[in-house]
């Protein structure tokens, strides 16, 4: 399939979609997320175990296209809100495991569309944050609603009310991003951790992912209860991925899934 924002390359079990509008820093507009939209909805996302989204150039992702959205109605704003959050929704609830590999800048829809990933590795050199206040606005791909999910109110609001870009090492010791990486090598180390985990269970995997996101939006109680049916689900005879990983252990050998 052709896009005309993105470039698609799978490496065995590992996908690397790169945002391929350098010239804008990969700004995010109506094109770019109709490109994401189709690429998520593809064939492409079911024959991975891992994703990785990048961005070509010096940014991950600078933010929205401001250019773009200067003569934005009142309507034309919540429309552009409501598609971008769509499409993060996407991305967030693919059920393979999605890492952003954060190259550069990473500010406004950039980082937002980073929170919507499960994990986050950073450039030493990157540079993250929430800038809206500075144009009178605020995030609108549910970015006050990840970040303080992820950080904390306290952080987030910090964050989000001063509006300033954060390092990577600060990011870091927030828990916004979960490994740093020495600039040249962002998305080589990428793929070795996207490896690692591609060499997991694929059903263990799907069900992390479900258990953390759906276990955020409950109460801790029942968020439990469903843990423990899943787990005791995985132990019905059909569960093939449980009965390979346990022999394997037992058998002193890796599994294969």
Known sequence: MKYNYLKFEKRDRIGILTLDRPKALNALNEEVFKDLTCFLESENVNDIRVLIITGEGKA???????????????QNAYDFSETGKRVFDLIANLEIPVIAAINGFAL???????????????????????PEV???????????QRLPRLVGAGNAMYLMML???????????????????????????TIKLAEKIAGKS???????????????ELNSKDAGKMESKEFGRLFKEDQKEREEGVNAFLEKRQPNW
Request: charged share 25%; hydrophobic share 45%; net charge negative.
């Open 60 to 74: 991950f992702i600078a933010g929205a296209d401001i250019k773009a959205m200067q003569e934005y109605s009142p």
């Open 163 to 189: 509006g300033e870009g954060i390092t990577a090492q600060e990011a870091y010791n927030l828990g916004v991003v979960q490994k740093l990486s020495e600039p040249d090598l962002v998305l080589e180390d």
């Open 134 to 144: 500075n144009l009178g606005l605020i995030p609108g791909f549910n970015g006050t």
């Open 108 to 130: 406004g829809g950039g980082l937002e569309l980073a929170l919507a990933c499960d994990i986050r590795v950073a450039s030493e050199k990157a540079r993250l944050g929430l």
């Open 202 to 216: 694929p059903n263990a995997l799907r069900l992390v992912k479900e258990m953390v996101r759906e276990g955020l």
